[in-house]
């Protein structure tokens, strides 16, 4: 049961650089989430998707663009990427619809922007 | 929007002492209140939940209570254990909000032998 995966686990990119991290979750889930975790700041929303075929943005969504590409899948891409990104990346799913439930996270990508 | 404090940032136990963690929360429409427990190099793990027709929930020895009309809920952890040590979550969303939460900056807590 792998629940979400998140890859890669770890990444250094120069500044104007872009990527994409991947999430899968294999459970069935409605809704996906993009998290960043930076010291003292807990963990903020970047952008999440309520169900398939549907974004929309979170607290923090400058410099970063999402794909739903399927209801397993929800991609994160940041197309020039700036010191400021530096961060752990968490995905997260959830069956979430009229009711809120828990989220199961991935593992995490640690990204450096030099 | 909602904003969600938690404190303390950092708790230093001895094994075998409780652990309280508080948080409280602006949006009086909050209608669930999740904890995580983060170990070092992995994601947040979702360890106990209450909604807001409960006041007060237990699991073995972690237990969290609910006070809507102050606003906070807190995470209590019993005969702690050196496993215990990891970082800890708090949350809250409201219903209609497709399950977006809202996190507390987290709580550091070392438990000592």
């Known amino acids: 049961n792998a629940g979400v995966t998140q890859t890669p686990k770890f990444q250094v990119l120069k500044t104007g650089q872009s990527m994409t991290l991947q999430c899968a979750q294999d459970?069935?889930?409605?809704?996906m989430y993009w998290y960043r975790q930076d010291p003292g700041m807990g963990l903020r929303l970047i952008y999440y998707?309520?169900?398939?075929?549907?974004?929309d943005k979170g607290e923090v969504p400058n410099g970063y663009n999402v794909s739903r590409l399927n209801k397993r899948e929800f991609s994160l891409r940041l197309e020039s990427a700036a010191p400021s990104q530096t961060s752990v990346y968490f995905c997260?799913?959830?069956?979430?619809?009229?009711?809120?439930?828990?989220?199961?996270f991935g593992s995490g990508t640690r990204l450096t922007v030099v | 929007g909602e904003n969600v404090e938690q404190h303390p940032s950092t708790l230093s136990v001895q094994e075998g002492d409780s652990a309280v963690i508080k948080c409280t929360y602006s949006?009086?429409?909050?209608?669930?209140f999740p904890w995580y427990k983060q170990e070092l190099g992995k994601g947040p793990q979702l360890i106990i939940d209450?909604?807001?027709?409960?006041g007060e929930k237990k699991d073995q020895r972690i237990a969290v209570t609910l006070n809507k009309t102050a606003k906070h809920f807190s995470l209590h952890i019993t005969e702690t254990q050196p496993e215990d040590s990891a970082v800890y979550f708090c949350?809250?969303?409201?219903?209609?909000?497709?399950?977006?939460?809202?996190f507390g900056a987290g709580t550091q807590v070392v438990v000592t032998p």
């Open positions: 997260a799913s959830s069956e979430a619809q009229g009711t809120n439930y828990g989220y199961t």
């Open positions: 459970m069935n889930h409605n809704s």
């Open positions: 998707s309520a169900s398939e075929g549907t974004t």
């Open positions: 949006d009086s429409a909050s209608n669930y």
């Open positions: 209450i909604r807001s027709n409960v």
């Open positions: 949350a809250a969303s409201r219903r209609g909000s497709w399950g977006k939460l809202q």
